[in-house]
């Protein structure tokens, strides 16, 4: 990844240049990082709170009298230690977090070496919700496939379902109609806006902000129910599939998306109102779980969390697909690697992709909405009722599915947690001969250790809700 950037792209602390959002004023960014930023966790206490506890303050002796009666007084204290205490390794725990813990956002387990309330370790145990799909793609079609993979990350199944078509067509050399791109741009951009909800709610929620959880499910909603309108499911959808989608947009999408802009906008603005100020939020936050752009780089850290430290790294820009190239939006990066600028990032974001949605609206090609080529699609229905060889064909394309040409290929696509990849190894029949994900939230609970190490327990769970992690991605 190369942190090079244009001027138009150059990061900010708060996003003040994000077309179609109101800047905010670069005094108040610069007043809120400047109360809250001089303190790190794990740190001495910040100002203004360090006042409150200065042992030069209770003093019992002005400072001019004698300082042989200071030391009569019992009151001197400079001299009580003559070195840095030594830490007996006894006196370190061990303890673990999870696997069955709410905040571990599915079944995570954390093996943590404490000291007091200092992580001095961190080792992330994973593999609690193993399913095997990849080894699980080796037994179904290239039809099948969309199942299957569109439940490893769940809360980005049309992501997953994304990947894997574009990989199988880049096999194939299948072309596929402009309708269908688009229509792949609009779902997988709503779906990155459901994911950062879910996120959002379920961020405030480990912080302290209850009221963000109902406040995110409220506008996630929306967002499903146009899906299952769509796709027949609120997840899991086998939507996008090789050569195109299942079906095409329903009657009066338009009116649906429009209002569906409209209220996830002014949710936006009311979860901006109510955190970016919120000095507990902003305690909880600022200055924690700290990502440098090269220590994203060493853990191959994609997506949010690398834009939040300054990496300038979107897919969509730098390796476009689906016709995406042809929409305007802007790539949103932070400044500091820490749990706010994460925050900042992905609501940006969400606002983003609603302006991509919004093009796609305004210009939604006319035509198919699957590709022609009859080796992998089916024929139409009516087809079906007047021909024995559309019947036929039928039959033996969802019994026998379709074969792909020898060869090896892989595709990457930006998800809500970063560069979602599938490598697919074909030996020339009907299913893959090996299958493997290049899989973001991997990345980022193995950077765990980065963010908590010599930080507080309290800040555990913020570090841990910022990265995003999915175990169903992680284990798959």
């Not at 019992?60 to 840095?84: F, H, N």
């Not at 006894?90 to 954390?110: D, Y």
């Not at 990457?412 to 090996?434: D, F, H, N, T």
Request: proline fraction near 6%; aromatic fraction near 8%; hydrophobic fraction near 35%.
């Amino acid at each position: 990844m190369s942190d090079t950037t244009d001027t138009a792209s150059e990061p900010t602390a708060d996003m003040d240049t994000v077309p179609g959002h109101e800047p905010e004023a670069p005094s108040v960014a610069d007043a809120r990082r400047e109360a809250h930023d001089i303190w790190v966790s794990g740190t001495e206490e910040r100002f203004p709170f360090s006042t409150a506890t200065n042992e030069g303050a209770q003093e019992m002796l002005p400072e001019a009298d004698d300082p042989g009666a200071a030391m009569q007084a019992g009151i001197a204290v400079d001299d009580d230690y003559t070195s840095e205490p030594t830490v007996e390794p006894e006196e370190r725990q061990i303890i673990n977090m999870g696997p069955q813990h709410p905040s571990t956002h599915g079944v995570l387990r954390l093996h943590l070496e404490i000291e007091g309330e200092t992580i001095r370790r961190v080792k992330p145990i994973i593999g609690y919700l193993h399913t095997g799909m990849e080894k699980t793609a080796e037994t179904l079609t290239y039809a099948q496939g969309a199942t299957n993979v569109t439940r490893m990350d769940y809360l980005a199944p049309f992501h997953n379902e994304l990947a894997f078509s574009l990989t199988v067509e880049q096999l194939l050399g299948l072309e596929v109609p402009e309708r269908a791109s688009a229509i792949r741009v609009l779902m997988t951009e709503l779906n990155r806006v459901s994911s950062h909800l879910l996120w959002a709610a379920t961020q405030g929620m480990d912080i302290g902000a209850l009221s963000m959880m109902i406040y995110g499910w409220r506008e996630r909603e929306t967002c499903l129910d146009f899906f299952e309108k769509t796709t027949g499911l609120r997840m899991n959808h086998n939507y996008i599939r090789v050569g195109g989608v299942a079906a095409d947009l329903p009657d009066g999408w338009e009116d649906d998306v429009a209002s569906l802009i409209a209220t996830i906008t002014v949710g936006i603005d009311e979860y901006e109102e109510l955190l970016n100020d919120n000095p507990i939020f902003i305690d909880r936050t600022m200055g924690v779980g700290v990502m440098t752009p090269e220590e994203c780089k060493q853990y191959g850290v994609t997506g949010p969390m690398a834009r939040a430290s300054g990496l300038n790294w979107d897919l969509r820009k730098t390796n476009p697909y689906c016709g995406i190239e042809q929409y305007e939006f802007d790539v949103p990066t932070g400044l500091h690697g820490d749990v706010f600028d994460r925050y900042i990032v992905r609501m940006e974001e969400m606002r983003q992709s609603l302006r991509i949605v919004q093009q796609v609206m305004d210009t939604m090609p006319s035509g198919d909405y699957r590709s022609e080529d009859r080796k992998v699609t089916p024929p139409p229905r009516k087809r079906i009722d007047e021909s024995m060889e559309a019947l036929i064909h039928h039959f033996k394309l969802f019994t026998e599915g379709f074969r792909v040409p020898e060869g090896a290929a892989y595709q990457s696509v930006e998800g809500p947690r970063g560069e979602l990849g599938c490598y697919l190894v074909s030996k020339g029949g009907a299913r893959p001969w090996r299958m493997h994900w290049r899989a973001p939230s991997f990345a980022a609970v193995q950077a765990l250790p980065v963010m908590m190490t010599d930080s507080l327990l309290a800040d555990v769970v913020a570090s841990l809700a910022s990265a995003d992690p999915v175990l169903g991605d992680v284990d798959r």
